[in-house]
């Protein structure tokens, strides 16, 4: 029985063993590279994802310069029913004003803002306007930001 255990010892790796320990190489390096891939397209995603973002806080710091101290919103970014949904200039950046945040999601357009007025009748010092802006990427994938814009602008009450 010695004999025949040192000879198989000596023989070495089979065919079998052989195949299997490639085929485990292999396996190992596809998975590997389909890793790298998956890694690779969320980077890419997160980066689209990062450029809508930018492009929400740009819109929405516009829209704030726009409306900081007026009591009323511009006509030129203002919601107008009878026209409906149409595209406006926000200092530079083209978007749509839908009116309301119920309305968002509307086809054709990227960039989607809504102003709403708050004011309190009591203390009017917080007068001012909240803002939604949405910008989407990817297909129905979207960022949203949400801004304050006082009526009063920076001034403050010792100010005046």
Same mark, same amino acid.
């Given at each position: 029985?010695?004999?025949?255990? #040192?000879?198989?010892?000596?023989?070495?790796? $089979?065919?079998? &063993?052989? /195949?299997? *320990?490639?085929?485990?190489?292999?396996?190992? =390096?596809?998975?590997?590279?389909?890793?790298?891939?998956?890694?690779?397209?969320?980077?890419?995603?997160?980066?689209?994802?990062?450029?809508?973002?930018?492009?929400?806080?740009?819109? #929405?710091?516009?829209?704030?310069?726009?409306? $900081?101290?007026? &009591?009323? /919103?511009? *006509?030129?970014?203002?919601?107008?029913?009878? =026209?409906?949904?149409?595209?406006?200039?926000?200092?530079?950046?083209?978007?749509?004003?839908?009116?309301?945040?119920?309305?968002?999601?509307?086809?054709?357009?990227?960039?989607?803002?809504?102003?709403?007025?708050?004011?309190?009748?009591?203390?009017?010092?917080?007068?001012?306007?909240?803002?939604?802006?949405?910008?989407?990427?990817?297909?129905?994938?979207?960022?949203?930001?949400?801004?304050?814009?006082?009526?009063?602008?920076?001034?403050?009450?010792?100010?005046?």
């Amino acid at each position: 029985m010695n004999g025949i255990a #040192a000879v198989r010892g000596r023989r070495g790796v $089979s065919l079998v &063993e052989e /195949i299997c *320990a490639v085929c485990i190489l292999v396996i190992g =390096v596809f998975a590997t590279f389909a890793l790298i891939g998956l890694s690779r397209a969320s980077v890419s995603s997160d980066s689209v994802k990062d450029a809508a973002a930018a492009q929400a806080q740009q819109l #929405a710091d516009n829209l704030i310069a726009q409306l $900081s101290g007026k &009591e009323n /919103i511009p *006509a030129a970014i203002q919601y107008d029913a009878s =026209v409906g949904i149409h595209e406006v200039d926000v200092g530079g950046i083209r978007a749509a004003n839908v009116g309301q945040p119920s309305s968002f999601g509307i086809e054709g357009f990227k960039r989607q803002f809504c102003i709403t007025a708050e004011t309190n009748d009591t203390d009017r010092k917080n007068d001012g306007y909240n803002i939604t802006c949405r910008v989407y990427y990817a297909g129905s994938s979207y960022v949203q930001f949400h801004a304050y814009a006082s009526a009063r602008g920076n001034t403050d009450e010792a100010g005046e």
